[in-house]
């Protein structure tokens, strides 16, 4: 089934120019570029350190193996503290960045990371067998009785493995939010077990050198960030805000609207289009903090999500009991208005997707040009739908409902449309995405077929 409306034009409002859009849309991918930049050139600065400290001196030419394998260890502990800056969710990346970027970058990194680490224990080993003349294994098995930080360096290495392994796997078994954070905390006993052997058997860092305080300054920076804004920030939030549970409300299509109020949120500065982590403070949930997408625009004392059962944890948020205290993290994302380079907007969701559009639809200008694309199996499964017709109506947006089982692309099977057919101009407009990664790939697909360009184009991934 299809349904379209169309209303009329409200009085007009300030736009921001077109031309201001492209602007800060360029900055926001400079800043995505510059920030993998600078992490390399972090470890280019590390590797000159350990050449000023005389890392080429040889008296032969295989010793030049040995210092190419101190070169990859420095440039795989940058990567991987560069892994841990990334998680820190600081807001100085988050906002210029974007979570999905940072995710993305995280995961490129971090299998760098790993490679170059195995590559540095790797040569690292075998030169120090080659000088003792030891075969690589009986060196290996020598290094781990010679000192306990050079046992806890390897036994790092391992964990790191295990965590490569893991996170393969989860990709292909599809593996639930909850093992895969469990997993991921494998990280941080891994770093600090690799330190020690840095500090203590490195001679680059032995001393009060530049090199160490360089090394030490990176140290801070990375679980400083992580500290901060993991740990200190969400809990001074929860203090100074009382945050908490006001109302609970069950969807016909089994989602759960969930209300949270608290003192002076707007000084969260959340963004319609945003999402945020959520710690449910019960005795059953309190382990977990789960991402999901603000369902109504924030207001000075509240915040409001819609959670559809997709897992245990989402599943079991419809019984959350009024007055359970939640501890925020965020807002994050720039899944929002001001990514927009053109001067109109597409909004195009599914399933639960729909609640960034709904937020994002609540804070639009009548002004300019809006086409909203509902897609749902039934009109059972489409959350908010009412709640979306209504803001369509206020904001003289386009509204088209897709219903019916899917066929080879995203739309209906027997309504097989594409998104140009719908939207005129959409060449001219800004593309939202929000759904099932899947579905989601094939409306991008259709929208750069359309003409739409790729910057234009906005998703946001809850990247794990």
């Known amino acids: ?46 590797v000159a350190l350990m050449l000023r400290a005389g890392g080429l001196l040889a008296s032969a030419p295989i010793d030049y193996v040995y210092s190419a394998g101190r070169a990859l260890g420095i440039v795989a502990t940058v990567l991987m503290l560069a892994q841990v800056l990334l998680v820190a969710r600081a807001p100085f990346i988050e906002r210029s960045v974007g979570h999905d970027r940072t995710t993305a970058l995280h995961t490129k990194l971090g299998k760098w990371a790993i490679v170059l680490m195995l590559a540095h224990a790797a040569v690292i080993t075998s030169m120090y067998g080659y000088y003792d003349g030891r075969g690589p294994f009986a060196q290996a098995v020598a290094l781990f009785t010679q000192s306990w930080f050079l046992a806890t360096a390897q036994v790092a290495l391992a964990l790191f493995l295990v965590v ?18 469990t997993v991921h905390l494998i990280v941080y006993v891994a770093v600090a077990a690799a330190v020690p052997h840095q500090f203590l058997e490195g001679s680059t860092f032995r001393g009060f050198s530049a090199a160490a305080w360089y090394w030490l300054s990176l140290y801070v920076v990375a679980f400083g960030a992580l500290l901060a804004f993991r740990v200190v920030r969400p809990l001074a939030r929860l203090r100074r805000h009382g945050t908490h549970v006001s109302h609970v409300r069950r969807e016909p299509d089994g989602s759960a609207t969930i209300t949270v109020t608290g003192r002076d949120l707007d000084r969260l500065r959340a963004q319609p289009g945003q999402f945020m982590l959520w710690r449910f403070l019960d005795g059953t949930r309190w382990r977990e903090a789960h991402p999901f997408s603000l369902s109504a625009a924030p207001t000075g004392d509240a915040l409001r999500l819609t959670v559809k059962p997709s897992g245990d944890h989402s599943r079991s948020l419809a019984d ?3 007055g359970t205290r939640v501890m925020v993290e965020g807002p994050l994302g720039v899944f929002t208005d001001a990514a927009r380079c053109r001067g109109g907007v597409v909004l195009v969701s599914a399933g639960v997707g729909i609640t960034p559009m709904r937020t994002l639809l609540e804070a639009h200008d009548p002004t300019e040009p809006c086409a909203v694309i509902v897609r749902a199996r039934s009109l059972g499964e489409a959350p908010l739908l009412d709640e979306i017709t209504e803001l369509a109506a206020r904001a003289r947006a386009e509204l088209t409902v897709l219903i019916g089982e899917r066929g080879s692309g995203w739309a209906p099977r027997d309504k097989d449309v594409s998104l140009a057919e719908l939207v005129g101009d959409l060449s001219d407009r800004d593309v939202f995405i929000c759904g099932p990664v899947p579905w989601a790939d094939q409306v991008e697909r259709d929208a750069l077929a359309g003409g739409v360009e790729p910057r234009a184009i906005h998703r946001e991934r809850f990247g794990w």
């Not at 490569?164 to 954070?181: G, N």
């Open 1 to 46: 089934m299809t349904s379209s409306t169309t209303h009329g034009t409200a009085p007009a409002r300030p736009r921001i120019p077109t031309a201001d859009r492209a602007r800060r849309a360029a900055r926001r991918t400079w800043w995505a570029d510059g920030l993998e930049a600078a992490i390399w050139f972090a470890a280019a600065i590390g």
């Open 164 to 181: 490569l392994a893991l996170s393969l796997a989860i990709v292909r078994r599809r593996w639930r939010y909850e093992r895969w954070h």
């Open 320 to 322: 959350v009991e009024v």
